[in-house]
């Protein structure tokens, strides 16, 4: 089926964006954002293969972006350095694009080459921020899966209000970093 005249794929998808920032990436649908955009819902299924199309098109949006953000943040840095702009910056990522940082937090499927790529990517990108540590391959791995819980549970928590106790929750940030710097510290050299 051909595309509707006037509306471009890449518009689309940003709108979607911006509705899942605004209200969560659980209450897209397509006809709240058919309806958003002025459509009826069936002229979006000439873009995409219904919702799990577009949220497979939300999650490649968000990785392209987070990974700019993240590869950005770490250039020209090193070994704590990198990590802390590395966790930052997905931080900030998540509480600025919390439907797009949502998206992003699922596994790509298995037979996506696509969506596995741009996961790949960021994968790399965190891989360097810990290049310094010479861990070995599992280890560095283990540290980018305890990067990404680190911040998701922050992010989860702060953006549901879950951070009730009149505590800075920067400072506790700073705290869960300073644990994970210490064990790759401890760790250093593994790969050796």
């Known amino acids: 089926m051909a595309p509707r005249a006037g509306l471009e794929y890449d518009a689309i998808v940003k709108a979607a964006a911006e509705l899942a920032d605004e209200h969560g990436l659980h209450m897209v649908t397509m ?27 939300l999650a490649l949006l968000g990785l392209q972006e987070m990974t700019e953000q993240l590869g950005q943040a770490i250039m020209g840095k090193a070994g704590d350095d990198a990590v802390v702009a590395l966790a930052h910056t997905l931080r900030d990522f998540g509480r600025t694009r919390p439907g797009l940082y ?42 980018v899966r305890m ?26 940030f700073k705290r869960l970093l300073d644990l994970l710097l210490h064990d790759l510290h401890t760790r250093q050299g593994s790969g050796k």
């Open 147 to 172: 990067v990404r819980s680190l911040v998701h549970g922050c992010v989860t928590l702060e953006t549901a209000g879950g951070f009730g106790l009149p505590l800075d929750v920067n400072e506790t």
């Open 102 to 143: 949502e998206a992003t937090a699922r596994a790509p499927e298995p037979g996506d080459a696509e969506w596995q790529e741009a996961g790949r990517r960021g994968i790399e990108i965190a891989l360097r921020a810990l290049g310094a540590y010479m861990l070995s391959q599992e280890d560095a791995l283990h540290a």
């Open 31 to 57: 006809a709240m954002l058919a309806a958003h955009l002025g459509v009826r819902t069936p002229t979006l299924y000439h873009y995409f293969s219904g919702l799990a199309g577009l949220q497979r098109a």
